[in-house]
């Protein structure tokens, strides 16, 4: 099954610092684009997601969703699914997915071993490299299953507070 065309962003979400890497146009390769770094409070990396989302004509974006091993989630998929849904909130109406990502970073820092890039050259790079695994893993799960991979985020509108009688 061929995957639906269209360029997808893939995004590894750090403390420090948020790695982004791009699909070719038919949704088939990823690639890495930058590294940028994580601004909890101007939100520059969002700002800068959805320029490059605009720039692309971005069909959809991909978060890496740090689940435990267990499968259950902690601290850092709380952070991801809350960066995740302030990237939906800025790029609306482009759809963000959560897709789980274990040991993704982990798989990065190997392949750049492998590769030859020192352990210090790697911190510039382990985070794109990240996210390119993240959007090459959906891309492939969506080419086998026909489907996307992983959950949208809801954009849903706020529930009105019940009135108490």
């Known amino acids: 099954m061929s995957p639906r065309p269209g360029v997808r962003l893939g ?3 750090g403390d420090a610092r948020v ?10 390769f990823a690639n890495p684009v930058q590294t ?13 997601i959805a320029i490059l989302t605009a720039e692309r004509d971005v069909l959809e974006i991909v978060v890496g969703l740090p689940r435990l091993l267990s499968g259950g989630e902690g601290e850092a998929a709380r952070g991801a699914r809350a960066y995740a849904a ?13 897709v789980d990502e274990r040991l993704t970073t982990v798989g ?12 210090r050259g790697q911190r ?19 080419a086998s299953a026909g489907t996307p991979a992983g959950e949208v985020i809801s954009l849903g509108k706020p529930r009105k ?5």
């Open 161 to 165: 507070k019940e009135r108490r009688r």
């Open 86 to 98: 302030q990237l939906a909130a800025r790029v609306a109406p482009v759809p963000v997915r959560l």
């Open 124 to 142: 510039s790079v382990v985070d794109q490299a990240a996210a390119v695994l993240i959007l090459q893993s959906a891309l492939d799960a969506e």
């Open 108 to 119: 990065a820092h190997q392949r750049l071993r492998d590769s030859g890039v020192p352990g």
């Open 19 to 28: 790695g982004v890497a791009a699909s070719d146009p038919s949704g088939t």
């Open 36 to 48: 940028l770094a994580r601004d909890v409070r101007e939100l520059a990396d969002i700002e800068a």
């Open 11 to 13: 995004i590894d979400v």
